[in-house]
């Protein structure tokens, strides 16, 4: 049985168009490769951040829902965490 995740991730704000986009593909390519399926994708955009993240005062956010089986959300973060793109991220069950 698939459950309902929401995964939050920033991206660093001193990334160009294109390499944001493929950092955001990246991600929902590694969700579809394991077993997963993305509902909805919605792109904040750059916002300020609450305090600084490696000299950063602005990321770009993504939120993501998505289905998958359980033990995908450890590979998803596995995955998150080696991006260099990738500031911070946050993945969450959703309740039914």
Known sequence: MLTSYECLFIVRPDLDEETTEAAITRVLTQ?????????????????????????YREGVYTVVKLHAQAGVTAELERGLKLAPEVMRYLVVKLEA
Do not use: F, H, P, Q
Request: proline share 0%; aromatic share 8%.
């Open 31 to 55: 969700i579809g490769d394991l077993g997963g399926t993305v509902e909805n994708v919605d792109r904040w955009g750059k916002r300020r951040l609450a305090y600084l993240i490696d000299d």
